[in-house]
């Protein structure tokens, strides 16, 4: 069981909380002027890391806000999390 | 008035008194409060003043806390949200008071009264009770009076309040599960 830092009501058990996949995919800007291929991109095409990972998680059973985490999906730990919006703390993503 | 007329809280099917009486934990249902959900940007002055306006006090910015005055409780939800638990008799006025007050603001007041009821939990063995299927840590060192939580208790999300010496909690948890966390309380409660 993971203990994820929820920004809002610190650490809490994983079992209160639903993944969301990577963070930071901005979606384009004029869909329509985007190729198939550059749209599959968007859409299924992710980084899928072995190591550290931005993503996304929703604190479901608690405070009910998505925020972002930073964590190794080789070890499972996690370094950090922050709120929707801001950046990761190196500025990376 | 007929029986049917009558209103009939979530949890009257429980029989909490089967446990009641000899055992370390005392459970209750605070049927037919008032509940007021409300949002707003605590940033905005405005959205600040109107709630004092219409409570007479600010409502909680610290996570998971929660502010009792008279007869209203006011729990933080989350950075934009509140529950407001009322009696029934100053609900309408209240929700029409906010409407006023908010009025022109990015916000909402939404009566969901009869969408949750509340459970009370007293006694020597409460918080044993609660942590048999909460992953919260519940020691009162950690979870002070004052302090509220939105968490798990058995399969359900309740929100979680605690006050006093010794600890004595509140559980608001939805109608449509609260049949569900009343069995599940009342297998628990068992033991004690």
Redo the contacts between chains.
């Keep these: 069981m993971l203990e994820i830092p929820c920004p ?3 650490l ?2 994983e ?2 909380f639903s993944y969301g996949g990577e963070a930071h995919i901005v979606r384009p800007e004029n869909p329509e002027a985007l190729n198939d291929e550059a749209w599959a991109d968007y859409l299924f095409m992710r980084k899928n890391p072995r190591g550290p990972h931005l993503e996304q998680w929703h604190h479901v ?5 998505w925020f972002n985490v930073k964590r190794d999906t080789l070890s499972y730990r996690i370094e950090c999390s922050y709120r929707v919006g801001e950046q990761p703390p190196e500025g990376e993503i | 008035m007929s029986d049917t007329d009558q209103a009939e809280s979530p949890l009257t099917g429980i029989d909490w008194s089967i446990f009641n009486n000899a055992s370390g934990v005392n459970l209750q249902e605070l049927p037919f409060q008032g509940h007021l959900n409300l949002r707003g940007r605590p940033d905005e002055s405005r959205f600040t003043n109107a709630v004092i306006e219409v409570l007479g006090f600010a409502p909680p910015l610290r996570p998971n806390t929660y502010k009792v005055v008279d007869s209203l409780k006011m729990y933080w939800l989350g950075p934009d949200e509140w529950l407001i638990i009322t009696p029934m008799e100053r609900q309408a006025d209240l929700e029409a008071e906010f409407d006023k007050a908010l009025q022109g603001l990015f916000s909402s007041v939404i009566d969901i009264s009869s969408g949750q009821t509340i459970i009370s939990i007293t006694g020597p063995d409460a918080g044993t009770l609660i942590q048999k299927g909460c992953p919260m840590d519940l020691h009162p060192s950690v979870f002070r009076p004052g302090d509220c939580a939105q968490t798990l208790l058995g399969k359900t999300g309740v929100l979680l309040s605690v006050t006093g010496d010794p600890p004595t909690y509140e559980l608001v948890v939805r109608r449509s599960f609260s049949d569900y966390l009343g069995l599940w309380l009342l297998d628990a409660v068992e033991e004690f």
């Excluded at chain 1, 059973?61 to 806000?65: F, I, M, N």
Aim: proline letters at 0%.
């Design positions: 809002w009501c610190g809490r058990c079992s209160e059973y608690g405070c009910r806000r």
